[in-house]
């Protein structure tokens, strides 16, 4: 009793398998084709809120990281260039006019009737103009993490 296979193909091989005729002394063995897995891919069921809902969350990372980087690119690039605006509380004087005494140095004070009293401004120190608190007296406009004092509380 001769034993035959059919002719199988594989898209391994380039060439068909032979067939297998057993010699006396492989009778008793039998071979069987191992059963070939292959994974499976299944698709998910995702309706509409989910789908918004994942599209939401990554657009949200994406913005909260960002808007940082964007920041800090931009502080990096202005960092580089001059800063040459003249400062706009003073108009690059580095001075402001006194606002008690209006830049006379002396203010006028009304008594009663017809009385005055004048006396030297206390505020400028009878010097009429003040240094600009926002320049800090160098008539440059700060930008504006400069105009910031940052202090360690610890």
Same mark, same amino acid.
């Given at each position: 009793?001769?034993?035959?296979?059919?002719?199988?193909?594989?898209?391994?091989?380039?060439?068909?398998?032979?067939?297998?005729?057993?010699?006396?002394?492989?009778?008793?063995?039998?071979?069987?084709?191992?059963?070939?897995?292959?994974?499976?891919?299944?698709?998910?069921?995702?309706?509409?809120?989910?789908?918004?809902?994942?599209?939401?969350?990554?657009?949200?990372?994406?913005?909260?990281?960002?808007?940082?980087?964007?920041? %800090?690119?931009?502080?990096?690039?202005?960092?580089?260039?001059?800063?040459?605006?003249? +400062?706009?509380? /003073?108009? =690059? &004087? $580095?001075?402001?006019?006194?606002?008690?005494?209006?830049?006379?140095?002396?203010?006028?004070?009304?008594?009663?009737?017809?009385?005055? %009293?004048?006396?030297?401004?206390?505020?400028?120190?009878?010097?009429?103009?003040?240094? +600009?608190?926002? /320049?800090? =007296? &160098? $008539?440059?406009?700060?930008?504006?993490?400069?105009?910031?004092?940052?202090?360690?509380?610890?």
């Amino acid at each position: 009793m001769t034993l035959s296979l059919p002719h199988f193909r594989s898209s391994f091989l380039s060439s068909p398998l032979k067939s297998f005729s057993p010699t006396p002394s492989s009778r008793n063995i039998i071979i069987q084709p191992k059963p070939t897995f292959y994974p499976r891919i299944r698709a998910l069921e995702l309706d509409q809120n989910t789908v918004i809902a994942i599209t939401v969350g990554v657009l949200s990372v994406a913005v909260g990281i960002g808007i940082p980087v964007f920041y %800090e690119t931009q502080i990096d690039n202005a960092a580089k260039r001059d800063n040459t605006q003249p +400062c706009f509380p /003073c108009n =690059g &004087s $580095g001075a402001q006019k006194c606002r008690f005494c209006l830049g006379t140095g002396n203010v006028t004070v009304e008594l009663g009737g017809a009385e005055t %009293e004048v006396s030297r401004c206390i505020n400028c120190d009878g010097a009429g103009s003040l240094t +600009c608190t926002t /320049c800090q =007296g &160098s $008539g440059i406009q700060p930008r504006y993490l400069d105009r910031r004092e940052f202090k360690d509380d610890d």
